[in-house]
């Protein structure tokens, strides 16, 4: 595969270089001196190899290995000219590409190999020349081997830590929108329960009541369906009230979103779903079996009124003629909740549902691990259909609160 046009900086390398080495030709400055002995006298000589390194020059990134391989020869030719300093300085740059451009096992060998050839070389000085001067030989040599090989290692150990560093960060970026992203879900998720469970029962209450006024032509009835109309719709403004404030900055003026309904409000919304059913002969009765004790921590009280909440929508929704029993007991895990109502098809017109409550109940269930369960029963009193829903909420004992 040919190579691509090479880059800017090693062409402009390449061109600095021959400028160079064409400059000291000129001046007549070798490397060799003039006393020393080079079987290639002649200075047009020296070019050849000079012209040569500086055309590798522009293969250094593209090509590094073979670059490497071609100046190796280049700058032995000129060892045997009477040598140009250019020259030699491009292959010391050839060198230092080939360990930060080429394949990391040539990266890896490449330091070790030029040692080796450093001193191979400083001990045939040492046995040509017989002198000290082989040891300044030896030196030079390691310079444009062995030094520039080193640099490029450590330059490329920096920029391998420095792209592993920035590949960390953007792993990190991501688990976080990752992270962002699920945690809107879920957040989502929590407001779509809340907000259902706040409208649902209140507009299920008008619906039914207003669909009594329209299809009844009796003053009476229509006054009182008007009456549970006003009063669902109040409360049911006062529910998204609050609900609007928690969604809001707390740290504003004004009045603070009042706190999360409790089990201790669940008397008052047994006697408004009572009051809300009785046109349809719905009654629902409130059985709390628990002794009094330590206070259940605030997300199991939020979860279980809910559920009851939502489950006397449904009655209201679904359920014929009868009674709702509603019964909260202590379990060894924690609390249970159950909802039992009469199966039956209502007469006339019901209220529009979709089963999310089924489903948002499910979910906060299962956000506190505990166990659910919604289907058709049979009572054993009359025998007749009824529809149960029951919810095991664990309870560590660490996390009781104290009773206030």
């Known amino acids: 595969m ?5 880059h800017r900086d090693d062409a402009l390398l390449g061109a600095g270089g021959l400028a160079v080495g064409l400059l000291l030709w000129s001046l007549g400055l070798y490397s060799g001196g003039p006393t020393d002995y080079r079987p290639l006298r002649a200075g047009w000589l020296v070019l050849v190899p000079l012209v040569a390194m500086s055309a590798l020059a522009l293969l250094r990134r593209s090509r590094p290995r073979f670059a490497l391989a071609a100046g190796t ?5 000129d060892a045997w000219t009477r040598g140009n300093l250019a020259t030699v300085v491009l292959f010391a740059d050839l060198v230092y590409a080939a360990v930060v451009y080429g394949p ?3 990266a890896r060998r490449l330091p070790f ?5 450093a001193a191979a070389l400083t001990l045939g000085y ?8 082989a040891l300044l030989a030896g030196l030079v040599t390691a310079l444009i081997t062995f030094v520039p090989a080193i640099s490029g290692a450590v330059v490329r150990n920096h920029r391998e830590a420095a792209e592993a560093a920035r ?5 990190t970026a991501l688990l976080a929108e990752m992270d962002r992203v699920q945690a809107v879900t879920a957040e989502r998720a929590r407001m779509a329960r809340e907000l259902h469970d706040v409208v649902a029962g209140h507009l299920s209450a008008i619906a039914i009541h207003s669909t009594a006024a329209q299809s009844l032509d009796d003053e009476r009835t229509t006054r009182e369906a008007l009456g549970v109309i006003r009063e669902n719709s109040v409360a049911g403004l006062a529910e998204m009230r609050r609900l609007i404030g928690l969604l809001r900055d707390g740290g504003g003026e004004g009045e603070q979103p009042a706190a999360a309904p409790t089990l201790a409000g669940l008397e008052a919304l047994v006697r408004q779903a009572g009051a809300n ?21 605030a997300p199991v009280e939020l979860a279980a009124y809910r559920i009851v909440q939502e489950s006397l929508t449904n009655a209201l929704k679904h359920a014929g003629p009868g009674q709702v029993v509603v019964s909260l007991a202590a379990s060894e895990r924690g609390l249970v909740v159950e909802v039992v109502s009469p199966r039956g098809e209502r007469p006339g017109p019901r209220a529009p549902g979709s089963g999310a409550g089924l489903i948002g109940m499910r979910e906060r269930v299962a956000l506190l691990d505990g166990v659910f369960e919604a289907g058709p029963v049979e009572d054993p009193g009359s025998g007749a259909q009824a529809w149960r829903v029951r919810a095991e909420l664990p309870v560590a004992e660490e996390d009781r609160e104290p009773e206030a």
């Open 113 to 117: 190999s030029m040692a080796m050839v």
């Open 126 to 133: 040492l046995a040509w020349y017989q002198d000290a001067v």
């Open 2 to 6: 040919l190579p691509g046009p090479p």
């Open 104 to 106: 990391p096992a040539t």
């Open 73 to 77: 020869l280049a700058v032995a030719l």
């Open 167 to 171: 590949l960390r960060a953007e792993q």
């Open 277 to 297: 059913g009785a046109a349809g002969g719905l009654t629902v009765r409130l059985e709390h079996d628990p002794a009094p004790g330590p206070r259940l921590p």
